[in-house]
């Protein structure tokens, strides 16, 4: 059953758990010539994600990703229910059901789940990732407005006393300033699986002690990322690292 984990390691707001539903074999046939029309439906929490429908298959292969934000309080529990699709208003047969427990999965770590579900429903193969954003990097992929960016200039503006700067005092904030990050895309990767010709690109961006990821964009040589993060800087002198890797 669901429930909350007093041991949650991500702190609030921290966490993005990154999912790849891959494919389901020998589900349950649901229409009258043997077929069904599934989809599938994640719920971690409150927060719902609902795959696209794969007409007429017990085998559907979807390929589909997705991410769901994860907090501290949030359950650990991510429930995955299968269902057929119907037409004309009825209701959609419930085909089978499987649970996974996200507080067993290390950081930045790919773990792959084959589920049998419930109900003789037949078997569903996901990938799951979960990224730990730490509290100095902001929500990815939100944009700030103007008008927050005046905010920022004066607040620091105001903080900053000259005669202090050699030895790095600040008046009411312990920060230098505020550094935005948008990671928007890689061109012509090299192919790190030779085999297929392909890549599994993620980047990660450091800034100190502060290190954050992207979500892995899997059999691509020129992702599309379009993230943003935000790190607080307390030492003008600190240094930006971004490095590519291939999962």
Not at 175 to 183: H, M, Y
Not at 198 to 215: Q, W
Request: glycine letters at 4%; a negative charge; charged letters at 30%.
């Amino acid at each position: 059953s669901s429930g909350i984990n007093a041991e949650w390691p991500l702190r609030p707001g921290s966490g993005v758990l990154s999912i790849t539903l891959v494919e389901a074999c020998n589900l349950r046939p649901m229409n009258k010539d043997g077929s069904s029309d599934p989809y599938c439906k994640f719920k971690l929490g409150y927060r719902k994600h609902k795959s696209k429908v794969m007409r007429r298959t017990l085998d559907p292969v979807w390929k589909e990703r997705f991410e769901i934000r994860v907090y501290s309080d949030s359950s650990c529990m991510l429930e995955i229910s299968v269902y057929d699709h119907e037409e004309f208003g009825f209701s959609d047969n419930f085909i089978g059901s499987a649970e996974v427990d996200i507080s067993e999965f290390e950081e930045s770590k790919t773990y792959k789940r084959e589920l049998d579900l419930d109900k003789d429903g037949g078997r569903i193969i996901c990938l799951f990732n979960l990224s730990n954003i730490t509290d100095s990097a902001a929500e990815s992929g939100v944009e700030l407005c103007p008008e927050d960016l005046v905010t920022l200039r004066k607040t620091y503006a105001m903080s900053y006393n000259p005669l202090n700067y050699l030895t790095y005092k600040w008046d009411e904030i312990e920060d230098v300033g505020v550094l935005i990050v948008k990671i928007i895309k890689c061109i012509d990767l090299p192919e790190a699986d030779t085999i297929i010709g392909t890549s599994d690109p993620f980047c990660f961006i450091e800034v100190e002690n502060t290190r954050v990821r992207t979500p892995t964009l899997y059999k691509t040589q020129d992702p599309v990322w379009n993230k943003q993060f935000k790190f607080n800087i307390k030492d003008i002198h600190s240094s930006l690292n971004i490095k590519v890797f291939d999962e």
